[in-house]
């Protein structure tokens, strides 16, 4: 492996591991007015980290693994560090505990999922899918690195202009506000709204039945935090700024990990995963319109809505998995 490609691997590893953020964009970064917990520093990968990433991917041999994994996880220990410690200093100088609250929240749940999220570090640092210019492709569907092989997920929710073609196509009754059965004026490009988990998971079967050489269907939780990595500490998304919906693309210079875009605010999103609070309440991500920004953090857990609901601020993005090899990837490392 020469220099410079190796070079670019880190690149685009550092954008995809947990707890790193990237840049949104260039000059000033904007940082949403109603969350204090945002900071502005920006962690990057240590030499150490580099050097055993680069040595794994020249020789990928089980000790290599372990060293790399033993890396990960002292830096992921290192920012559940920095995060309790901005939580004591929040103690102390906030002026409203909800505030407190947030971080505390943060704190508790990089804590709980320890062990997952090092997993799933270790998974993206290792996918052989992760080469250079990765997250710059403009293609339809985007791999999910991290998941399993055949797993791409698309690059924007489904917006009101393609569901328009579904209901076309079967029939389906349109979702509740459309005024007629029209779509919203002006809102081609936003994505479709008030649709419940059901005409989500109807149309996803509809795109299968057109397309007999892949599987379309909702993204698991898991995959579609693997899609999202971290949220970027200073990436712009509409969140608690807009009365509503904005276009899909509206934000397009903030990137997911995989280089899918509005990830994060706009539009909740349905996965196929349960929540705890019963096998019919569904996990959404990615907040929303109306969310606080801390609410649309990758790793917010137990959002969820009951299967039926079909909310204004709820949408779904869609997973394409291509049939033949479904082996995870962690599978062949």
């Known amino acids: 492996m020469n220099i410079n490609f190796a070079q670019s691997i880190l690149a685009v590893c550092m954008a995809a591991a947990v707890g790193m953020g990237f840049a949104a964009s260039a000059g000033e970064a904007k940082l949403h007015k109603y969350s204090t ?25 089980e000790a290599n693994l ?40 943060i704190v508790d749940e990089m804590l709980q999922n320890r062990e997952k999220r090092i997993e799933q570090s270790l998974r993206r640092f290792t996918d052989p899918r992760l080469k ?10 985007l791999p999910v690195i991290g998941a399993a092989r ?29 005024r007629n059965g029209a779509m919203p004026a002006g809102k081609a490009r936003h994505p479709v709204v ?29 995959e ?46 349905w996965t196929s995963t349960p929540t705890a609070r019963g096998k019919t309440v569904m996990a959404v991500k990615g907040g929303s319109w109306k969310s606080r920004r801390t609410e649309c953090r990758t790793e ?7 299967a039926s609901v079909k909310a204004d601020d709820v949408g779904f993005r869609v997973i394409r998995e291509s049939k033949g090899r479904t082996g995870r990837q962690d599978e062949r490392r």
């Open 66 to 105: 372990a060293a790399l994994k033993k890396q990960v996880a002292a830096n992921y220990d290192k920012v559940v560090e920095r995060k309790k410690a901005k939580l004591e200093e929040l103690k102390r100088t906030a002026k409203h505990a909800s505030k407190v609250q947030e971080m505390q929240e």
């Open 194 to 222: 008030t649709v419940s988990y059901a005409d989500a998971a109807a149309y996803c079967q509809w795109l299968s039945d057109k397309d007999q050489s892949a599987v379309y269907r909702l993204p698991t939780a898991e």
């Open 132 to 141: 250079p210019g990765s997250r710059d492709r403009q293609e339809e569907y």
């Open 150 to 178: 055949n797993v791409s997920i698309a690059r924007t929710p489904v917006t009101n202009e393609e569901y328009s073609e579904f209901l076309k196509a079967t029939g389906r009754k349109p979702p509740q506000d459309w």
């Open 37 to 61: 917990t945002i900071e502005k520093e920006r962690p990057q990968l240590n030499e150490e980290t580099k050097r055993l990433i680069s040595a794994w991917r020249r020789h990928p041999t």
């Open 300 to 306: 917010q857990k137990e959002e969820g809505r009951e």
């Open 224 to 269: 579609w935090e693997f899609a999202a990595g971290h949220m970027p500490k200073d990436a712009s998304f509409n969140c608690g700024e807009n009365d509503g919906t904005t276009p899909v693309d509206a934000y397009a210079e903030t990137l997911a990990a995989c280089g899918a875009i509005d990830m994060w605010g706009n539009c909740r999103e």
